[in-house]
């Protein structure tokens, strides 16, 4: 073995007293250049890539406000239309994903990211193309079921036990980049714009990017061949018939009923989009101000998942039940930080006051923009120390792919419930100090019910029963 393969597995391998593995039979695991192509942070990395182009464009395309767009109805009916086909096929998506298999669900759920973007760019050209948006946003809500619940399954079974908070914010970095990328494009091809709104060649490069994403699952090792850095194999994922897949949804809820109590975090985990993204970024900012907002939001949230899953969830030094607690703590603490500070800007406008001709919208050269921008970074870290939080929640009940890809089903299931109402809600225009109280309330009151299931369920070491379906 080389010295730099040596580093690697270094890099790789986490402290046997938390792997669990001792009772696991240790397999040898593959060398030379095999060796690093097979490696579970090279595997991670490659599955953070194909979110980098697909949902990370997304990201930078939605954080733009509108879509991009000037009139913002379409885009908020669209992701309504699109978080309810998400939420209605996330309960069904593990199931998918355990009889298609990883690689090609992931591949299954990419196609419907180039379609969305390819919506844009039409309606851009003739504006009376909205119905094509909403459609296209449906459709989405299927694919991105499919590719999340794929993209959860291997991202928290690769890992030994010890390793999940670093393999999770690899994974993070890795597909917000491709929300800071898209935003420094967005920012640099509107920098002159007078339009409020995003021209032709930011949807075209948007669109290049996600079909590249489209076809690089084909190169991604089968997971079935995947060994951990500590030498235990990945659980191979059965696929059976249909009917006991869909079965298998009721097994997971009566073998492993604490996964209720996440509910409210899971429904929070993207509602609180709509007035960062809609209701704030976009009704106050000019679309310069709004493309440099999105670039240090996405930003920001490298970093956030950096450090919660690297320097508290994955700190060997403490037992894993005192971990959780320390990060349910930090995110709980960030949620007042920045609802606190948002709520006293939310205080100053209104969206009738916003949507009137000729509104003042920030730049980035008005005096009170740093403070403005402050408060989008801040909203980053928060939101990848949540989704972070509860990735590495789920992880710690299982290291199985099937029963994780169920539970990640549930997760952008409850996920996108909570998303699709209330995209509708800003769709119909419910006032902007409404939706944000909303979300304030919500974000507390998923901590609050996932306290319990923290402090019964978390466990030093995932035991032999949590380890299969």
Request: aromatic share 18%; charged share 10%.
């Amino acid at each position: 073995m080389s010295d730099a393969q040596v580093e690697i597995e270094k890099l790789g391998t986490g402290s046997s007293e938390d792997s669990g593995s001792q009772r696991a039979e240790i397999f040898e695991r593959p060398t030379g250049w095999r060796g690093y192509y097979h490696h579970p942070v090279t595997q991670v990395s490659m599955l953070g890539l194909v979110c980098f182009m697909c949902p990370g464009m997304f990201n930078a395309l939605s954080g733009l406000g509108g879509g991009g767009q000037v009139n913002t109805t379409d885009q908020a009916n669209a992701n309504a239309t699109l978080y309810a086909t998400f939420a209605f096929f996330g309960f069904f998506s593990g199931s998918v994903n355990n009889v298609l298999g990883a690689r090609r669900t992931l591949m299954l759920g990419t196609w419907g990211y180039s379609l969305y973007i390819a919506a844009f760019l039409a309606v851009n050209i003739h504006p009376g193309a909205g119905a094509f948006v909403v459609a296209s946003g449906a459709i989405l809500g299927i694919c991105a079921a499919f590719l999340w619940t794929a993209q959860g399954s291997l991202m928290m079974s690769y890992p030994t036990e010890a390793q999940k908070g670093m393999f999770i914010s690899i994974f993070w970095a890795i597909f917000n980049l491709g929300g800071v990328v898209g935003s420094a494009v967005a920012f640099g091809n509107n920098f002159k714009s007078t339009a409020n709104s995003v021209g032709n060649g930011t949807y075209v490069g948007f669109l290049i990017l996600t079909l590249i994403g489209v076809f690089l699952p084909l190169l991604m090792v089968d997971p079935d061949k995947m060994i951990r850095t500590d030498g235990t194999r990945v659980n191979l994922v059965r696929h059976p018939s249909w009917k006991t897949e869909f079965f298998s949804l009721f097994v997971a809820l009566k073998t492993d009923p604490w996964i209720i109590l996440l509910f409210p975090m899971f429904l929070a985990s993207n509602y609180f989009y709509t007035w960062q993204f809609n209701d704030y970024n976009g009704a106050i900012f000019n679309i310069r101000a709004r493309g440099l907002n999105n670039f240090v939001y996405w930003t920001s949230q490298i970093f956030g998942s950096i450090f919660i899953g690297y320097f508290v969830l994955d700190q060997k030094r403490v037992r894993r039940r005192v971990r959780a607690l320390y990060g349910w703590i930090l995110v709980f603490f960030m949620i007042f930080v920045v609802h606190v500070w948002a709520y006293f800007y939310q205080k100053t406008y209104t969206r009738a006051e916003e949507a009137a001709q000729g509104a003042y919208k920030i730049d980035i050269f008005d005096k009170n923009y740093p403070a403005h921008v402050w408060l989008m970074i801040f909203y980053g870290f928060l939101d990848s120390m949540w989704q972070t939080y509860a990735y590495w929640l789920m992880g710690a009940m299982s290291n199985d792919p099937a029963k994780l890809a169920v539970f990640t089903g549930f997760y952008k299931a409850m996920q996108s419930t909570g998303a699709a109402g209330v995209w509708a809600a800003d769709g119909a225009k419910v006032p902007y100090m409404n939706i944000f109280l909303s979300t304030w309330c919500l974000t507390v009151a998923g901590m609050i019910f996932a306290a319990p299931m923290v402090y019964l369920r978390v466990t030093d070491h995932t035991e032999l029963e949590d380890e299969t379906l």
